[in-house]
């Protein structure tokens, strides 16, 4: 017999003994009902399983057992399923609708049903980060033990609960992972850290298929996952949510309680972040004790931002419970706590998902009881607050649209007061989401955060809203944001005119130009005839004049209706060149808008977050394609083919031959967008003659001793993990065309620091002298650092430009507020000046 043989009759031994390592405890397993390794081929742990075959076990699974039902709720980007596996008796199973209902009533209170008598609803929700592979493994044993186990305990748990298993919350970025590690998987398996299987080339399996982290998506629902996963939420509430993840190899294993929430008035009832947790908690200490598991609780994590998966259901009444294995980033990797295998990373996950299902029945009245109590105190929280609802005034319907859409989302009711007017009731049962879209605050418990401090949705908006302490009759609320409508298009014959205030405006320029008509961007206000009377038209309105399409009038009343209709812009028919007040049409600052052929750089070293919001902006909302540019292609791409180049955070460190050759590109007249440290590297490599901001340390202070152990929080104080703060924008530069006020709102998560250019026309957006709008920002950075630094300013390169961005303006794809920032840089940009005082 040789070595690998030897080796491999071995390894396959210890594989098929293995599994009992796992749900021996749960024995005796139907025979009728196939075990995964028997339906995969290969035993759980020795190898990574594909998405579509986990939907395929659970299928069998749904088809073997009358146990268990599978619910399609939604695909991916890529057209994955989203699926749950239902799991019950089949007495529940076949009254799920009956449960659904009774189990809403008693939360709603709308009638008394015993409590004892409605099952408990169960979510067990796995891998939302694609490359933390461990728990959708996990899910596999936990839907065969809940499907197929005879134990009693079992028995007990499908009578008393309803347990729907999300096995795969971001099957995109795991089978992006999968593909990964089985291609590097080694036999004999390689302990090393440094190999390929443990280490993935970017932008890795984390994120979804725009790069966006899905475990952030749940207040934002930018993306489809996270849609389909917040609306199945609001159909059920479960009593209780898992969240499992993974963390760095060198720990052990987490447990809610987490640390103390950083909120100085958290929105969360105590009770669930103290006596639930830590009844939960007695649960997984001893189940973890049982198998000699190490782990911890009440550090690193915090559960402050909403938009987890281990927050928002706590939101919804819901024991939200968030578990981190220590990853063995493949099959096996040597760590200092010795050799972590992938086997060891899925009994853990696995004993924590069982161990849940036992708490959660086992203390079902005190959940029905908990739930039921927090959406009362809605109702009583909002009316012990002064503030009695938001009021907001939005005229670019689009914009207004988008948010009223996001509010109703989350089941949070808005009324209309007048036209483009809104107020949203604090007194309704999501009043702690109608917190989360509004509240702002500058007080808190803690400095160090695991992800933001601020998140208030209205920001990211840049809505202008107010508290309003006295609310009038209301009516009835939105169905939905379908009210809002487009005037019927109108035919002219001289020029068409369409308003810059709109979010849709740069979707509009794609699409004309996508079908071969000739515009104009107004580049100075003016007012113009209709058959109506007079319309306004603001910086940045497009003009369209009939006279010299090059396509027939016919085609291009098809076009325009068409335009408007799918992207809900007004085109107004304007009768005459001469205007009523302003710039007339043929003004020469009403300037022909150039095609953007736009590029952007990625690879390993750029953030891939950044770089997925820029490409879903432009995919999902403009439907304009971008270039991306791999890093190792650099030194042999030509620039030539593009006009506009964009580069997003990063750490970049440029062939000498690239970065000549990037100087000569600019200089002939086109744009480079930088943003974040991308803007840091313009200035640091000489590309631009601008500065950053820098403070020396005082030297006549003398250094005072603190404690060694705190210096992780001290230094970490100084970090801006998400704040907004307010900037001061220059209405009439082309790169704020389509705002209507000069106070902006600025979503900053970095700590980059732009001093204001060396031209006094080339900063676009200064920070306030008071720019504290919302989270928590040190005084340190308040008072050293923000006075002396700009958000957003344009820098001359030759006959080209270097439009430079502090701040991030797509964060995590919901920043409406500073995206037409952004798209202006990409339509408008050569046509960006920067004067020098003469």
């Not at 294995?325 to 706590?337: D, E, F, H, V």
């Not at 803690?446 to 309003?468: C, T």
């Not at 440290?677 to 490599?685: F, L």
């Not at 502090?806 to 990409?826: E, K, T």
Request: one cysteine or more.
């Amino acid at each position: 017999m040789s070595r690998h043989f030897l080796w491999l009759f071995l390894f396959c031994s210890s594989l098929a003994f293995g599994q009992d390592y796992f749900f021996k405890n749960y024995a005796p397993f139907a025979p009728e009902i196939t075990s995964p390794e028997a339906y995969l081929g290969y035993g759980i742990g020795s190898q990574h399983t594909r998405h579509d075959q986990i939907v395929g076990y659970l299928e069998q699974l749904a088809a073997q057992s009358d146990r268990a039902q599978l619910i399609p709720y939604g695909r991916t980007h890529e057209g994955r399923k989203l699926v749950f596996l239902a799991l019950s008796s089949p007495k529940n199973l076949a009254r799920l609708e009956e449960i659904r209902e009774a189990h809403l009533a008693q939360i709603r209170g709308e009638k008394s049903p015993v409590l004892e008598d409605i099952p408990l609803i169960i979510n067990l929700a796995y891998n939302v980060h694609g490359n933390e592979p461990s728990s959708s493994e996990a899910a596999l044993l936990t839907a065969y033990t809940l499907s197929a186990s005879s134990h009693a305990a079992v028995a007990s748990y499908l009578e008393k609960a309803v347990i729907f298993i999300d096995p795969t919350i971001n099957p995109d970025g795991r089978d992006r992972h999968t593909q990964w590690a089985n291609t590097y998987k080694g036999s004999p398996l390689v302990v090393d850290p440094q190999d390929a299987e443990h280490n993935e080339y970017w932008p890795g399996g984390r994120t979804n298929h725009y790069w966006f982290d899905l475990n952030r998506d749940w207040l934002l629902t930018v993306n489809p996952e996270s849609q389909a996963k917040v609306a199945w939420s609001h159909k059920w509430y479960p009593n209780v949510v898992t969240d499992f993840h993974e963390m760095g190899s060198q720990s052990t294993y987490f447990f809610e309680p987490m640390k103390p929430n950083a909120s100085w008035d958290p929105i969360m009832p105590k009770e669930n972040y103290t006596s639930l947790n830590d009844l939960f908690a007695g649960y997984f200490s001893k189940a973890l004790d049982s198998i000699g598991s190490l782990y911890f609780t009440k550090e690193a994590f915090d559960g402050t931002y909403p938009g987890y998966g281990s927050s928002y259901p706590d939101l919804q009444g819901g024991l939200a419970l968030l578990f981190e294995q220590a990853s063995s980033r493949g099959l096996k990797q040597t760590t200092a706590y010795g050799e972590i295998t992938f086997p060891f990373t899925i009994r853990n996950q696995y004993v924590s998902s069982m161990t849940t299902v036992r708490a959660a029945v086992e203390n079902a009245s005190v959940l029905k009881t908990y739930q039921r109590e927090f959406f009362k105190s809605a109702f009583t929280n909002a009316a012990q607050s002064k503030v009695k609802g938001y009021a907001f005034t939005e005229t670019d319907r689009n914009k207004a649209k988008a948010f009223i859409e996001k509010l109703q989302t989350h089941k949070v009711s808005v009324y209309k007061t007048a036209e483009d007017s809104y107020v949203v009731p604090t007194s309704q049962e999501q009043y702690r989401m109608v917190q989360s879209f509004f509240e702002t605050y500058d007080k808190y418990r803690d400095s160090v955060y695991y992800d933001a401090s601020a998140w208030s949705v209205a920001n990211f908006f840049n809505i202008k809203y107010r508290a309003v302490q006295k609310m009038g009759t209301l009516g009835t609320p939105l169905s939905a944001a379908g009210d809002f409508k487009v005037p019927d298009f109108e035919s002219a014959t001289y020029a068409y005119g369409i308003d810059a205030q709109d979010y849709h405006l740069p979707a509009a320029m794609h699409y004309l130009g996508q079908h071969g008509v000739q515009f104009s961007a107004a580049y100075k206000p003016f007012s113009a005839k209709t058959p109506s009377g007079k319309a306004d038209f603001s910086y940045g309105s497009l003009m369209i004049p009939v006279s010299l399409q090059k396509i027939s009038k016919d085609s291009l009343d098809r076009v325009l209706a068409q335009m408007s209709s799918e992207l809900m812009v007004q085109v107004r028919p304007i009768t005459s060149g001469f205007s009523l007040a302003g710039v007339d049409l043929g003004s020469r600052n009403i300037r022909p808008v150039r095609k953007p052929k736009a590029a952007m750089i990625i690879g390993n070293g750029t953030s891939s977050y950044e770089a997925g919001e820029v490409w879903h902006l432009l995919d999902t909302r403009v439907g304009m394609p971008i270039t991306k540019l791999p890093v190792r292609n650099l030194d042999r791409i030509s620039l030539d083919s593009y006009n506009t180049l964009v580069m997003v955070s990063g750490r970049y460190s440029f062939s000498t031959s690239f970065k000549e050759r990037l100087s000569v590109w600019l200089s002939a007249g086109n744009t480079l967008i930088t943003i974040g440290s991308a803007s840091s590297w313009a200035v640091r490599s000489g590309l631009v003659k601008e500065s950053l901001v820098t403070v020396k340390p005082d030297s006549t202070v003398a250094v005072v001793s603190k404690p060694y152990i705190d210096a992780g929080e001290n230094n970490g104080k100084e970090a801006i993990g998400g704040v907004f703060v307010k900037g001061q924008l220059d209405l009439s530069h082309p790169l704020a065309f389509g705002y209507k006020h000069s106070e902006i709102a600025l979503y900053k998560n970095n700590t980059v620091w732009l001093a204001p250019s060396k031209s006094p026309y080339g900063t676009v957006i200064n920070y306030t002298d008071r720019p504290h709008l919302d989270g928590y920002i040190s005084e340190k950075n308040l008072k050293e650092y923000f006075p002396k630094s700009v958000s957003l300013l344009v820098s001359k390169k030759g006959s080209g430009r270097v439009i430079m961005f502090a701040d991030n303006p797509n964060f995590r794809g919901v920043n409406y507020g500073m995206n037409r920032l952004f798209l202006n840089a990409l339509f408008l940009g050569d046509q960006i000046e920067v004067p020098q005082q003469r």
